[in-house]
């Protein structure tokens, strides 16, 4: 086994927060087009968030399980995941009307800082 559960868990959090710091400068970078605008960055980027501490709690959540089952897991954590996000982008561009653009922008901004996260270097 190369990485414990208690890595993959740490490396979840260290992204959910990177993840949370580039999103908020994205919706500031959105700020002098509006409110709404960086209302929108940060909706679209908190849903990503959110959508990967819910898989990583799914994947995680179980402790140590046999091959199949934790293939699973990671499979279910990630349709919650994109669930969560089409969810969001579709209540959030359709209900409330938010700015397609900056939705989309958080969106994006929160998984490359989730892969350059996971990329990094590790302790």
């Known amino acids: 086994m190369l990485n414990s559960v208690a890595a993959g868990r ?21 700020l002098p087009w509006g ?15 959110v959508g990967a501490l819910l898989a990583a709690w799914m994947a995680f959540g179980g402790g140590v399980l046999g091959a199949v ?4 897991r990671l499979v279910a954590g990630m349709v919650v995941k994109w ?5 969001v982008l579709v209540v959030g561009a359709g209900l409330y009307k938010l700015p397609p653009l900056p939705l989309l922008a958080g969106v994006i901004t929160g998984l490359v800082a989730q892969v350059l996260v996971a990329t990094g270097k590790q302790r």
């Open 10 to 30: 740490r490396l979840v959090l260290r992204a959910a927060v990177w993840q949370t710091g580039a999103v908020l400068l994205v919706a500031l970078l959105f």
């Open 35 to 49: 409110l709404p605008r960086a209302v929108a960055a940060v909706v679209g980027g908190l849903a990503i968030v």
């Open 69 to 72: 089952s934790a293939v699973l």
């Open 83 to 87: 669930v969560v996000v089409i969810g």
